[in-house]
């Protein structure tokens, strides 16, 4: 019996959920001000940089100390996996993370019109879409597949589980799919669990102490939306986009998840062939409407001046957070740099 192995990565510098929402105000519009301004430079993001990256290093660094981390990692799986009584070949040209430079033909660039014309916000086509991988004529294979092949179906199931922890019963699953709430605790994740809580640590915006700290920089997100200038700013772009023949948007980011939600329903509606292959959604006429709308909304909001105004209220909101919680704010800079 045939089994693939799943894989998993832990990251332990992933930006925090409070984090992504801010970067939802500023990064996914592109928002690049009056001045050179950008996110970047916004308050909060300088005084949070050491907890969510932003250094210097080279994409060939990066790469290297991601896959010095992938060795580390399937090497403790190994060990784990001996204790638990299976064999295991860990695993070092799985694919893995690829890091690239801004530089090269597949830069990210949507303040540029001219990439926005031909990507439109990038959820169809992006960059390094259609890119194909060198064919060397070796097929890979999963050093550790003939081993499962070999093993009992309910050997398999007791491997697997090992190495990633019991998989969710469809109850359990359905039930967090309809919470929208899925939590990763590596303590029940396997031997990869325990391997990326060893390599990587835990992730202190996830603990408790830090909670309110988290659910604080969440709702400021929700404040800038709601901030008058901010009301002002979304009515002016609505009409403007109103008058491009896109009527329907009340804020600009309604834009962009107007594309994102309509792709996302192709995937829930899509069914499986005859002969049970999952067939491609066909997404040329959604690339086209992403790219007429994100043009507009990119000519909307340079019209009506929307990156700086916007960068202006989140830059005051920010300065007073800050001096509303530096305490809470140290306290986690802290907790990452001992981490």
């Known amino acids: 019996m045939s089994a693939a192995r799943p894989s998993i990565r832990a990251a332990r510098l992933a930006v925090p959920a409070a984090a992504a929402a801010l970067l939802l105000l500023a990064g996914c519009a592109g928002a690049d001000g009056g001045g050179g301004r950008s ?24 790469q290297s100390e991601f896959d010095d981390q992938n060795r580390q990692i399937e090497e403790f799986v190994a060990d784990c ?16 993370v690829v890091y690239s430079s801004d530089d090269d033909e597949n830069a990210w660039d949507p303040d540029s019109r001219d990439w926005v014309a031909q990507y439109g ?27 499962v092949e070999s093993l009992s179906e309910s050997e398999q ?21 309809e919470s929208g709430e899925f939590e ?25 102490e830090h909670q309110p700290l988290m659910d604080a920089m969440s709702a400021l997100y929700e404040e800038a939306q709601a901030h008058p200038d901010m009301v002002e700013l979304d009515a002016a772009w609505s009409s ?20 994102m939600d309509e792709q996302n329903a192709f995937y829930e509606n899509q069914e499986p062939s005859e002969d049970g ?10 690339g086209e409407l992403e790219i007429e709308v994100a043009l507009a909304d990119f000519d909307c909001r340079d019209e009506v001046g929307y990156s700086d105004q916007q960068l202006d209220v989140q830059f005051e909101l920010e300065e007073r957070f800050i001096e ?12 990452v740099e001992n981490d």
Request: aromatic share 14%; hydrophobic share 30%; with cysteine.
């Open 240 to 259: 403007c986009m109103a008058d491009a023949g896109h009527s329907g948007f009340s804020t600009q980011q309604d834009a962009q998840n107007s594309i």
């Open 81 to 96: 996996m001996a204790e638990e009584g299976f064999d295991y070949v860990p695993v070092l040209d799985n694919g893995g």
């Open 157 to 177: 199931t007791a491997y697997f589980e090992a190495l990633h922890g019991p998989t969710l019963s469809e109850e359990e699953y359905a039930e967090q799919e």
């Open 121 to 147: 916000y990038g959820f169809v086509n992006y960059p390094g879409r259609d890119d194909q991988p060198v064919d060397t004529g070796e097929e890979w294979t999963d050093p550790n597949q003939e081993y």
């Open 277 to 286: 292959e999952w067939v491609e959604p066909d997404f040329t006429e959604l």
């Open 324 to 335: 509303e919680h530096k305490a809470e704010l140290d306290a986690y800079l802290a907790s």
């Open 184 to 208: 990763y605790d590596w303590t029940t994740a396997g031997c990869y669990g325990a391997a990326s809580n060893e390599i990587y640590g835990e992730d202190p915006s996830s603990a408790d």
């Open 39 to 62: 996110y970047e430079d916004s308050p909060l993001s300088q005084y949070m940089s050491a907890a969510w990256g932003g250094d210097d290093r080279s994409p060939e660094e990066m």
